[in-house]
């Protein structure tokens, strides 16, 4: 076959490209060279006080002392992360600014409502996974009807809409457990809704509810202590700390939706930066300090590359939609102080 360009043409292609790779390569490393050189900002999109905020300021910590800058953490709460995620998006993406969130922010959050200040697959890029809940639980007060799972189901069969399940409100990780197993189960539960974690694990503590959802550190010392009943466990599997708990996915009851925390930063940010910044994270998540820490939250370390958390995500994003579909989940407008819609991404 004859080659349209002649021998000296092609060794000067050949030439120009490799400079032009060079001259890639020398930007690349530009990009990392110098950085960090100055404070790194994550922000949160939840109020102080609770995991999001802690396991933040943990990582912040350990992640200073590696890179010897300070990393700044920003409280941006409301509107079911909306707020903190809008500001993150539309910071610049060289690096500096950061945001951690759960999987609220872009699994949830898209296919809740109908209008968001922030493009969930355009505005962010995954710098890597953080940590991920080793199992929820769902307990029950000591004066309930039930005490394990079979005897929830058979009860609200035979006694419709007499169980009360507490939840976060319509749409949160209570809801979706709540409703998907009384679709699987065909049976009816009265939900009630609270204002959070800690109103609603309180009034299944005073009897309020029969039923609620929590985290397994939250609600280990009140199964200890014979203030909650512990009826099964989230997931697939039984946790290390309650091994005769047995899991939801024993009785085909689990959603599928584990939570999980991931380190983003705005779209744009140069690849070099971005891996510049999952290496940093790896180091501290392989932090003996850390995993011991992560171990007592009932949390699982998520070290790993960029493209394996861009997997993780897109995997999780896809869970969820099937789910929320089943259940019949549709989305509304976004709070009412949620920030402006962002305008429809350029293509």
């Excluded at 000296?8 to 530009?30: D, I, P, V």
């Amino acid at each position: 076959m004859t080659t349209l360009f002649p021998p000296s043409l092609r060794r000067a292609s050949s030439a120009a490209l490799a400079c032009l790779l060079l001259a890639a390569a020398a930007g690349s490393h530009a990009q990392t060279a110098g950085f960090p050189n100055r404070p790194i900002r994550i922000i949160v999109s939840s109020s102080a006080g609770g995991f999001t905020d802690a396991v933040t300021r943990t990582v912040a910590k350990h992640m200073a002392e590696n890179i010897g800058q300070a990393v700044v953490v920003e409280n941006r709460p409301g509107a079911g992360t909306l707020i903190g995620m809008s500001a993150c998006a539309k910071a610049p993406p060289d690096g500096y600014t950061l945001c951690l969130t759960d999987n609220q922010s872009l699994v949830y959050n898209p296919l809740l409502f109908t209008k968001l200040p922030y493009d969930p697959r355009g505005d962010f890029v995954g710098v890597g996974g953080v940590v991920r809940s080793a199992g929820d639980i769902i307990v029950a007060h000591p004066s309930a009807p039930v005490s394990s799972f079979q005897e929830l189901v058979s009860y609200a069969r035979s006694h419709p809409n007499a169980l009360s399940f507490a939840t976060w409100g319509p749409g949160s990780i209570p809801a979706i457990h709540y409703a998907w197993i009384t679709r699987q189960n065909n049976v009816q539960i009265t939900a009630v809704p609270y204002k959070g974690a800690a109103p609603s694990f309180l009034a299944v503590n005073a009897g309020e509810v029969n039923l609620a959802y929590s985290s397994v550190v939250l609600a280990k010392p009140a199964i200890d202590a014979g203030k909650v009943k512990p009826i099964a466990v989230t997931g697939t599997r039984r946790v290390p700390s309650l091994p005769n708990v047995p899991a939801l996915g024993e009785f085909n009851s689990d959603p599928g939706l584990p939570t999980f925390w991931g380190l983003y930063a705005p779209a744009k940010t140069p690849p070099a930066v971005v891996a510049r910044l999952n290496a940093e994270l790896n180091k501290v998540l392989r932090m003996p300090v850390f995993q011991d820490y992560a171990n007592t939250s009932g949390m699982q370390p998520m070290d790993g590359s960029v493209e394996e958390f861009a997997g993780y995500l897109a995997q999780s994003q896809a869970t969820a939609a099937r789910t929320f579909q089943a259940i019949g989940i549709k989305p509304v407008e976004a709070p009412t102080d949620a920030p402006a819609t962002a305008p429809a991404p350029q293509r």
